[in-house]
């Protein structure tokens, strides 16, 4: 049995990450998000020129672990219709929760970025008091977290769960806070697990 462990600091092109906690060899992850990836976010303008990114592809260097001054992104958020900087709505999910984006799992970033289209389409106005109403948040494993209709309430959005999101937590990149106009509240400690069997938004 290799009980060779994961190293807990690496540095990776100048920037220090740091692992949550110390895991076997066994556990490593190579990130399956090529290098260019950054490149084609910036063409298409999901993410602003200036934006600062990460795109570490060694095998240790997980969406988990913490780094000074940056916060992890899976590829899902993206591919959702999400762009950098977050809608005024996102920005409420995530502060409300005192999650960083890669906590949300990818229906969330669906659900998120189909109530901003249907809002800008109809003119309409669903804010973070409406989705407290509507849904509660329930943790998915550890770390990671996701919504789920109250008793009693029709979905606001169909279709969220796709079946499309297989290898989702292998393709991830880290992006610097403070070249994301609006991100500064993202600097919060991990929230690994829970014991809430129903835990609702605070407000």
Known sequence: M??????????????????TKSLPTSHALTNALEANYEDFLKKKSIIPAEVEVWIPNIPYIRMDWVV???????????????????????CDV?????????QLLPAVWRMIRSIDSVC???????????????????????????????????????????????????????VKRSSVPGAEFLDYPLIK???????????
């Open 68 to 90: 000074e001054g940056l916060f992890c992104m899976h590829e899902t958020i993206f591919k959702s219709g999400c762009t950098v900087p977050f809608s005024p709505l996102a």
């Open 2 to 19: 290799n009980s060779e462990v994961i190293q807990e600091v690496v540095t990776y092109q100048g920037v220090q990450f740091r692992a």
């Open 193 to 203: 697990q829970s014991n809430l069997s129903s835990f609702y938004f605070s407000c």
């Open 94 to 102: 995530m502060k409300s929760l005192k999650l960083v984006p890669f």
């Open 120 to 174: 800008t389409k109809h003119n309409l106005e669903i804010k973070l008091e409406d989705l407290q109403n509507h849904s509660e948040i329930r943790h998915h494993g550890v770390g990671r977290f996701h919504f789920r209709v109250r008793s009693g309430k029709a979905n606001l959005i169909d279709g969220l769960d796709t079946g499309e999101d297989k290898g989702w937590s292998s393709r991830y990149l880290f």
